[in-house]
Structure formats: C-alpha cells, structure tokens
C-alpha cells in the first residue's frame, strides 16, 4: 500500500525553514506497514499544489496533504483540492462554531476570514484542531483517500495521530488497532555491529518486523508487530527480550524516553542528589540534566571548569595532580567527580574532561581524547575515550557518555 | 526559470533521517534569482527515481538530484538516468584514477564495486569529489539540464558551489560571478516589526532584493543584488546601510557569523576575560561560549548555580537577598553576575536566574520571567524579560539574550 506525502509552503521551496512533517509522518507511515511512494514539496500557489497532488495520487493509493489551510489568501490547498476533484466547497456550521468558540476563549477579536477554515470540499469529512484554528479533513475520490492537516509541526503531531491515523487504517488496512511497536534506544555500540548481532536473532516466526533510525549518538530500534491482539502483544514482547539477551547493556531507554529523563527517575527514585564538573563538554551535561522539568530537586550545582585555576580553587584538584597528569587525565577526571561532590554536598560527582579541537591535541593526547568519572557511595569510576569527530559532535558524544555512565552506575551496573 | 530538487534514498522515504540536501540547495536557488518548482523526495528503486526525475522536468527548466550515487547495488542514480535519457554509460579513467588514489591515500582496501563510481551517462562532465569518492555529474538533454550529487551533505556543501553552480550559471543565466548577497542577523525584534518597518525602505531601486529567513531565536535577512559589478557591490552596501539606519540595533552578525562567535571576538579583541553563573540557562549560555574555538583564552570558569545553597557559598549572594527578593529577581542577577566575577578573578560576569517551567511559576513570577545581568568595568546592567515558551524555548532564548547583553556591553552600547 503506498502513500504520498506532500507538505506545502512557499517557506519550504524557498528554503526558509526545513520541512519538519514529512520526516515526522515518513516513519509512522512505514511502521504502519505502508510504504511511502514518494515525499513531495510545493509552493503556495493552487496551481502547484493542484500538479504536485496529482503526480502523487497516480503513484499512491492515498496522499497526505499538509500547509495552506490558514485564513489568509495564500492559503490555497482547499480551493485547489475542491478544483482538482471537481467538487464545490461547504461550510461546516460546528466547525465555525468551535472555531469561533477558540477566538473567544483567548481572547483574540474574531475577523471574517478566520470563517473559512471552515470550508471543506465537498464530501469531506472534518478533522477537528485542538491546538489551532485551521481544521483538516479526510475525502475520498475514485478509490483513493486525501487527508489535509494545516502546516504547523504541533497540530500535526496531535491531529494526525488523533484524527487522520485510525481513518487511514480503517479504509487502508480494514480498521483495527493498527501495529503494536516498541522502540529501543541504543548508545554505544555502531550501528553495523547491532545488524552483525541481530541478523542472527528469528523475529520473522514471532511476526515482528524490525527498523533502524541512527539518530547521532543514539541508535533506535524499532519493533513492529502488524497484528494487535494478545498473541501479537506477546511475540513482540518475547522480541523485545531477544534483542534485550543480545544487546540488553546497550538499551539505556524505551519509546518516549531519553536518556536526561532516565537519569533523572533513577535520581529521583533512589533519592540522590547530583552535581556536575565539565571540562570538555562546556556545561552541555548541566543543559541536558536541566532540561528535565523538576531538575532542580536532585541537580544541586554545575561547574565548568576550563582553566585551571578553577579546577584547584573550587573542586581542590592537587596542582600536583594538574602538573603530573595534566587537565586531561584520569587522576584529574577523578579528582573533580570527587571534588564537585563534597563541594556541593552531594550523594554523586560526575565528571569530564578532554580535548574537543580543533587545537590543543598532542601525539600522547590527540583531540578527542576525554575521561569521564563518577564518584559516589560505591567508589569512584572512570572510563578513557578517543573520538573522532568534529568539536560540537565531540561535546555532544561526551555528554552523552558522561549521562550513560552515571545511569549505569545507578543502576549498579 | 524554475529548478527542481530530488534527493533520493529509502533512509528518507521512510524517516530515517531527516532530509538536509534539499533545505541548503533551496535559498542558495532562490538568492540566484532561480524559482524551485518542486522538491521530491524517491526511494533507491531506480524506477521510483525515473519517475520522480521526469515529473520534475516537465515542470523545470534544470533538476539538482543528490544520493544514489555509491557502491553499491542499492545506488541506482546513474543506471537509472542513463536509461530515462535513453543513453549508455562510460567510465572516466580520470575520474577513476583520482579516486584510486583516494583509497590509497586513506589506507583502505580497494574493492572492485568501487569503479562503479568514475561511470557516468554519456555526455555527461564529471564533477570531482573532493571530500569522498562519488563523483557528481551535470548532463544535458533536450534544452533540460540535470546536475547529481552524492547524497552525503558535507560533500554536497563541497561539491554544488565549487563544481555544479558554476555551471548551472553559465546554462541558466549567460555566465558571471552569481549575485553578490550579505545576510544581516537580527535579533530581540519580532518578524513582523522587521516587515513593518523595512515597508518604508526603497530597495527596489537599488537593485537589491530582500529574503527572510527565521531562524529561532534569531532573523536573518539576506539581501541579494543580481548583478556583480562594481555598481552593485556599492548599491549591495548602501542597502545595508540603509538596513542599519532602521534596524542597527538589533543586528548582531553578518554572513557566517554566530552570536558566540561574534562575543567570543570582541573578548578576545578586547583582552577581557569572562565566568557565567547560570540559573534557568542550566548550562546552555556555557556550552555556547565553548563551542568556540579557542575559548579557553577568555572563558575562566562558568557555574551552574541550581539550588540556593550554591548561590550562597560560592557567589555569595546574600541569604538576605534571597530571602527578600527570591533567587528569581533583579538583585540576585546583578549579585550572581558580580559574585561569579568576584570569585574567578575576570573582567566580566554574566548571570541569568528565571523560571523556566513548566512548573514554579506563581501570580506575580509566572514562568517565563527571567532576569540577565552583566558586570563590568562599566558597572552592572541588568534587564528583566517574560518570555511565552516552552522550557526548552526558554532556555534557548534566554541564553540568546545573554549573549547578546554581553556582546551590547562589549560593544558599549
């Protein structure tokens, strides 16, 4: 079953922002067990939009049509949805109501366009929009489905799941529940070794289909089970414990999770408190950290250590430790793990320290090097990495490893 | 004249990463004065590509495809050109000894699949690749030009304004150097007041059309002149100028420039040193400075001063002060900003404290209200804001601003 994707806007033509629904529908649509036929961008005008519709529609058996549902007359999808199918328009009196009924609310002076975001073409059926003004709608049309969402990435991610998804499935795939999946996040081991590992794995017989989105420096795997029922149900959790046998080290998460919200329930879990010494990594681990609504309960201090003046002053690194080993080195790493933690008062220290380039690197210590450490009630632990990339990827790796290892030593690992 | 775009692989027909050939090919076409008549995006079935090229050129005067263009089996670019122009292919023994060459320069094993990627549809002038081995190509046929590329971005970035733009111009627009074109950042001025206020300002005779791109938190404006004589270059300035007279003091960059940069510019310049002490930021206003290069020369230390205790023993601010005021108020910024400064021994401080959310928020400090202070030589300036966001926002904005206070104070304004 293919399906096309085409995202309207001159913004997106133009090259003024980066189309953000085609990547977010491309993968629900896979998981759901179609294939998208091809991704398509056009401009505002009802012309191209009317082309690039039907360039989709003769390779598709249904398109999804997002941008050009607003009150302004640049907004042109309806019109020339209605004028490609040959149909008039109408207007939902509920759907101006509720729209009306949203001015109201916050408090912003109705004007007579807003009316026709309440036009549909004929034999439409309305999407409702919880989160905006513009509606969508679902028509069919000599055996092929268009559904139309407004362009913002928000409304897109609550309508369509909501309103546009369970109509797909029941005229696409006969209704259900559409697929079960699970998505395991994996950090630490490349992406060929995880194929290496799991090309020796059966999810064929359970029925489970698998797909792999790299997102630097995670990996995530996706799980899909076509069927819904409770045999469905249990295959993909019998598969969940195949990769788990395999590569259970590697998964740090599930589904909507990340790796700063992990750490942070294991944290809040076990009633510990945190505080942070960066070098490398610039204070990239106290933004991740902070970015968990509620941080502040157990993230009790940050410190980015660059010169080090700082490192001796504040977290009592020896100047001997400083001049024997160095700023990058595992006495230093663990010295400042040590230090930010009675320092802060803390239960745990954790630490960076490293060379992100260009400059600084030597033959001993070439750029990317970097420790990380983390001292608590179960001693201190250090680890030594050489990366190679550039400096932001660098810092990002970093913190990222620094956040990993911290979840594996509260998970006692 | 209009130009269509096709980037090909299954890794984004089906999600797996997010396109970025297309978004950096767009303005480039569009400050060129061309038009992109569409975006497509097609899967690695060399009958998938065919289509997507013919629908492009029947709506284009040129076609820029980029991807399939490797190894192995699944790259299908050229085979599939070769054929939908009804040609054969030839190999470039150029083309094939440089990229020989390669392999033996980075150590790495030749495999015979390789030659694959010196074949090229008849007719067709090779592009070198510089940063890989796929080779790029542009080909004519019928009045029609189509110009590949590899789909990985870094060579794309490489390859189309060395190799393929050039050549696009000699085709498309009689040859030159290409529009000369600067883009201003702005930013603390909302899109719309920029629209209203640069309404009023006569580019038009200059010659100089003007592009918007938001880029959050920031603006870019880029203006473009069509011509490259010596006539535009001062008509190019003096609409710069004439940018500036209205809207100066919101512009904190040009061109490539970033805001960090700028700052870290101005510091180094300047010989001032800087130490950051960040509440709501959490770390982002440090990590910012230290994507820098070099930033060690001028960033001491930065300190993310989460709990109270922390703003106490190491900033010394006030117990008092915190009691009366509370930590998110414009006398714990100015003494978090003279504190942080005080203690590391630096020119400056810099300090923000706000509510992020999506808690911690009450009637007269809702979330959103965040305090930046700077301290200097010039005394403490500090400024309150109430941003509408979510925290991730936030945080971004909020250190946006702190920079640009900072690059303010520095500049002396």
Not at 158 to 181: A, I, N, T
Not at 285 to 301: H, I, K, N, Q, W
Not at 303 to 320: D, G, I
Not at 348 to 376: M, Q
Request: charge should be negative; aromatic fraction near 8%; hydrophobic fraction near 40%.
């Amino acid at each position: 079953m293919k399906i096309g994707i085409l995202v309207v806007g001159d913004e997106l033509t133009r090259g003024m922002v980066q189309d953000a629904n085609a990547s977010y529908l491309a993968p629900i649509l896979q998981e759901e067990g179609w294939e998208v036929s091809f991704i398509a961008a056009s401009g505002d005008g009802g012309e191209d939009i009317a082309t690039a519709l039907r360039f989709l529609l003769s390779h598709s058996r249904a398109v999804i049509v997002t941008g050009g549902l607003g009150p302004t007359a640049d907004d042109r999808t309806t019109e020339s949805l209605a004028r490609a199918f040959g149909r008039g328009c109408f207007r939902d009196e509920e759907a101006l109501r509720r729209i009306r009924e949203r001015f109201d609310l916050l408090g912003i002076p109705w004007t007579e366009n807003n009316a026709k975001q309440a036009d549909f073409p004929e034999g439409a059926v309305p999407v409702p929009n919880l989160g905006g003004t513009a509606w969508g709608y679902v028509l069919e049309d000599e055996g092929k489905t268009v559904a139309v969402l407004p362009g913002v990435p928000s409304e897109v991610r609550r309508m369509f799941p909501e309103g546009v998804l369970p109509l797909l499935r029941e005229r696409l795939s006969g209704g259900g529940k559409g697929p079960l999946k699970r998505t395991l996040k994996l950090f630490g081991i490349s992406e060929s070794r995880i194929d290496e590992v799991l090309a020796g794995v059966d999810f064929a017989s359970l029925g489970i289909s698998l797909g792999f989105y790299p997102r630097f420096p995670e990996n995530h795997l996706v799980l899909t089970s076509r069927n819904s029922d409770r045999a469905a149900e249990r295959n993909l959790e019998e598969a969940v414990e195949r990769v788990r046998r395999s590569l259970g080290q590697y998964i740090f998460a599930r589904d909507e999770e990340t790796l700063e919200g992990v750490v942070a329930s294991l944290l809040w879990e076990r009633k510990r408190t945190l505080a942070v010494a960066e070098s490398c990594t610039g204070g990239l681990v106290a933004d991740r950290l902070t970015d968990v609504p509620g941080s502040s309960a157990y993230f009790e201090r940050g410190l980015v250590v660059y010169s080090n003046a700082s490192k001796e002053e504040m977290l009592h690194v020896p100047a001997a430790v400083l001049e024997a080993h160095g700023a990058v080195s595992e006495e230093t790493a663990r010295a400042m793990a040590e230090g930010v933690s009675a320092l802060a008062g803390t239960d745990l220290g954790l630490s960076t320290t490293g060379i992100a380039g260009p400059g600084g690197g030597t033959d001993l210590k070439p750029v990317g090097t970097v420790f990380v450490a983390v001292a608590g009630e179960r001693g201190t632990v250090c680890r030594k990495f050489r990366f190679r990339w550039n400096r932001r990827r660098i810092k990002e790796i970093s913190a990222h490893w620094a956040l990993e290892m911290l979840r594996r030593y509260l998970e006692g690992e």
